[in-house]
C-alpha cells in the first residue's frame, strides 16, 4: 500500500512539473519534461541534469535519453537545464530530488564546484550515473562518456596518415573560450600531429563553436586556406560551416575536411561524409542509448554494473559509413544461450591473481557461459598457444589477461581472421600502428588512476618538512601494462611536488620474493636512507616488509610504505602497523567481465574501455574493513 502511494505521489509531481513549464508559480522550478510524461503508471523516473543546452553534443544527448527512454514502459525522465551556472545545477539536482527520482543523471556543468553534490545525492542512496565529465573519486554509481583526448589523437593521426611521409599544411580550427571537450580534442590533435612530424599546423581561432563562425573565419583567412591541403574542425557544427566556406572559395577539390564527433542526421557528421564534403569525422558516441541500459540494469538491481565506461569513437570515411550506421542502428538480443568463452589467464603469481581467477570461474557459471581457461604461467609463448588452440575449438569469444603490452598483433590478426571477437582483461595490450578493431574493449582497472591515488596519499600523509623525501619503487614485470601505467600516473602526481623524489627503482614481478630482494639487492650497495617505498602490488610490499625487518628496519615507523591491490594481507599489515596504505585494485571482476561478454554476444556496442569500482584504504580505517574483505 505505501508503494502504491509513493508511485502515485511521484506520478502528481511529475505532473506538477510539466505545468511548471515556461512560467514560475509559487515558487515552482522550471523544468522541461521528456515526451515521456504522458506515460502513466510507470515504476521508476530519473532526473536528468543537464549541464547546457546550448552545445550541440548535449542537445544530441537529451535527444538520445528521449528516445531510448520512449522503447521502455516502464521508466520515464525528467530534464533540466543548467544553463552553465553551478548554483542552478545545484538547485535543479535537488528540485528533481524533490519529485521522487529514483535515479540521477548528470552531466556537470563544472566537475570539482558538483563532486561534493553528486557524492551527497549517491551516499543518499541515489544511483547516479554521471556523463562526459568525470569527477575525481568514485562517489557514483557510474560514469559513462568519451575519451575526448583519444578522439582527438585519432583524426591527427588520421591526417598524419593522409598526408603520408611528405606531411603538408594543415589548419585547425579553435574558439575563444574552448569548450572543455573541444580543448581535450585540440590537445590530442595537436600530439598526435607534433608526432608525426613534417606537418606545418596553422591555428585560426573563433569568436564562438559555431558553423556561422567557422564559416566566417575559413573566408577570412582565405589566403591561409589557399595553401592549406586539410583543416580539421573538433565538432560538426563547426565542420559544416568549413566545408560551406570551402566551398564558396572553390577549394572543394584541393583542401579537404575532416572534424569529430560523427553524429546521425542531415548535414551532421556522417551525412556530410557520405556527401564527400567531409573526408573523414571520429565519431563521438553520445552515451544516451548506454546510460538508460545502465539505468534500467542498476533499477533492476542486475549484478556487473561497472564503475566507469569508457565509450568507443572510431574514424569513418565514405567507405565505413554504411559498416558504422549498421553497428550505430544495430537492435541488441540476448536469447539466453549458453556462450563458449575462452579464457587465457596470465598465471597465479598472487593472492590477487587467485581472487580474479575465482571471480571469473564462479561469474561465467551464474551468467550461464561455458568457460574454458588456460593458466599462462607468464609465458606470453604460453598464451599464444592457449588462443590459437581456442580458435581451433571455435569459442564465441575470446578473452586474455596478457603477460605483457606488446608483441600481440600476429595472433590477434589470427583470432580477427577467425571472426572471435576478444575482451581484454585486467591488463591491455599496444599493437603496432595503433591498429585499431583487434580487440572489442578493455575490462579492468584504471592503472594510471591507481598510480595518482598512491602519490596523493603520500603527499597528503607524509609530510617533506622541507627536504628532499627519497622514494623506492618496486614494480611489477617489465613490461606490463599494470607497472608501465601505475608508474606513469605516480610519476604525474610526483611532478607537482617537487620535494618527493623517485632515488631507486626495480622489478620485483608482482611476487612475494620479488618485493624481498629489490631490498635485498638495494642494501648490498646503500646504507638505508629511503622514506617512502610505493610498491606496485601487495605482495612485494609484504615481501619488502620481511626484508626490511630482517635488517633492523622498522615498517611505517622508519619507511612509511604504500602499494596497489588492498588485498586481505595488505589489511591485516595495516593492522599491524607495517603498511600504511593500500590503494584498491579489484580482482572481484567476473560479474562485469561476464555481462561484457553477454552484451558484446547479443549485439550491443562495446566501449573502448570500462573501468571497475576501487577505493583507497590506510591505517585508519583498515581494522574497519579487514572483515568486509573477499580477497
Not at 545545484?90 to 563532486?115: F, T
Request: with cysteine; glycine share 8%.
Amino acid at each position: 500500500m505505501i508503494g502504491f502511494i509513493r508511485k502515485k505521489w511521484r506520478q502528481i509531481c511529475v505532473l506538477l512539473a510539466a505545468l511548471c513549464i515556461g512560467t514560475i508559480v509559487g515558487g515552482c522550478h522550471i523544468i522541461p519534461i521528456s515526451d515521456s510524461s504522458s506515460k502513466k503508471g510507470v515504476s521508476s523516473i530519473i532526473g536528468v541534469s543537464q549541464a547546457n543546452m546550448r552545445e550541440e553534443w548535449r542537445m544530441a544527448l537529451i535527444d538520445e535519453l528521449k528516445a531510448e527512454t520512449e522503447k521502455n514502459d516502464d521508466i520515464q525522465i525528467i530534464t533540466a537545464d543548467a544553463t552553465g551556472i553551478v548554483n542552478k545545477q545545484i538547485q535543479d539536482i535537488d528540485n528533481l530530488i524533490g519529485y521522487g527520482i529514483d535515479l540521477l543523471i548528470i552531466s556537470p556543468c563544472n566537475e570539482k564546484k558538483l563532486q561534493d553534490k553528486i557524492k551527497e545525492v549517491y551516499d543518499s542512496g541515489i544511483p547516479v550515473i554521471v556523463m562526459d565529465r568525470a569527477v575525481e573519486g568514485f562517489d557514483y554509481t557510474i560514469y559513462i562518456g568519451p575519451d575526448n583526448e583519444v578522439i582527438g589523437q585519432q583524426a591527427g593521426t588520421y591526417i598524419a596518415e593522409l598526408l603520408g611521409e611528405n606531411g603538408g599544411n594543415v589548419v585547425v580550427l579553435s574558439s575563444r573560450p574552448t569548450s572543455i571537450q573541444g580543448a581535450e580534442r585540440l590537445s590530442g590533435f595537436r600530439s598526435a600531429i607534433y608526432e608525426a612530424g613534417g606537418i606545418n599546423l596553422t591555428e585560426l581561432s573563433l569568436v564562438a563553436e559555431t558553423k556561422d563562425a567557422a564559416y566566417d573565419t575559413v573566408l577570412a583567412a582565405k589566403g591561409i586556406v589557399k595553401n592549406s591541403d586539410v583543416i580539421f574542425a573538433y565538432s560538426d557544427n563547426m565542420a559544416l560551416g568549413v566545408c560551406d566556406a570551402v566551398r564558396e572559395l572553390g577549394l572543394e577539390d584541393q583542401v579537404k575536411v575532416v572534424d569529430c564527433d560523427g553524429f546521425k542526421g542531415e548535414d551532421e557528421g556522417i551525412d556530410l561524409v557520405s556527401e564527400g564534403r567531409l573526408k573523414a569525422t571520429v565519431s563521438c558516441p553520445i552515451g544516451g542509448k548506454e546510460a538508460i541500459d545502465y539505468a534500467l540494469s542498476i533499477l533492476n538491481h542486475e549484478s556487473g554494473v561497472p564503475k566507469q565506461v569508457i565509450l568507443r569513437s572510431n574514424v569513418i570515411v565514405k567507405e565505413n559509413v554504411a559498416e558504422n550506421l549498421a553497428r550505430i542502428n544495430a537492435k541488441s538480443n540476448d536469447d539466453g544461450r549458453k556462450i563458449k568463452v575462452g579464457y587465457s589467464q596470465v598465471g597465479q603469481e598472487s593472492n590477487w591473481r587467485l581472487a580474479n581467477t575465482k571471480s571469473i570461474e564462479e561469474s561465467a557459471a551464474d551468467f550461464n557461459i561455458d568457460l574454458h581457461m588456460e593458466n599462462a604461467d607468464q609465458s606470453q609463448e604460453k598464451q599464444f598457444e592457449a588462443i590459437r588452440s581456442f580458435i581451433k575449438e571455435g569459442v564465441d569469444v575470446i578473452v586474455v589477461s596478457p603477460v605483457v603490452e606488446t608483441g600481440w598483433d600476429e595472433v590477434l590478426r589470427e583470432v580477427k581472421a577467425a571472426g572471435i571477437p576478444v575482451i581484454m582483461s585486467d591488463r591491455n595490450v599496444r599493437l603496432e600502428n595503433n591498429e585499431e578493431n583487434l580487440t572489442t574493449t578493455y575490462l579492468g582497472a584504471d592503472f594510471m588512476e591507481e598510480g595518482r591515488r598512491a602519490m596523493r596519499w603520500i603527499r597528503d600523509n607524509i609530510q617533506s618538512d622541507d627536504h628532499e623525501m627519497k622514494i623506492m619503487e618496486i614494480m611489477g614485470n617489465e613490461g606490463a601494462s599494470p607497472t608501465e601505467e601505475r608508474g606513469k600516473g605516480f610519476r604525474e602526481i610526483l611532478a607537482e611536488n617537487t620535494s618527493y623524489n623517485i632515488t631507486y627503482s626495480d622489478y620485483g614481478d608482482f611476487t612475494f620474493e620479488g618485493g624481498k630482494k629489490v631490498v635485498r639487492e638495494y642494501l648490498k650497495r646503500h646504507e638505508w636512507d629511503i622514506d617512502i617505498i610505493f610498491s606496485h602490488n601487495d605482495d612485494m610490499a609484504l615481501g619488502a616488509i620481511e626484508e626490511l625487518k630482517k635488517n633492523g628496519i622498522k615498517p611505517d615507523e622508519d619507511v612509511k610504505i604504500v602499494s596497489v591491490d588492498a588485498t586481505i594481507e595488505a589489511f591485516e599489515a595495516m593492522v599491524r602497523g607495517e603498511l600504511s596504505c593500500a590503494v584498491e585494485c579489484n580482482p572481484i571482476i567476473g560479474p562485469q567481465l561476464m555481462k561484457a561478454v553477454r552484451d558484446l554476444i547479443s549485439g550491443k556496442q562495446m566501449p573502448f574501455r570500462i573501468i571497475t569500482d576501487e577505493k583507497i584504504y590506510d591505517q585508519s580505517v583498515a581494522e574497519d574493513y579487514i572483515s568486509k574483505r573477499r580477497y
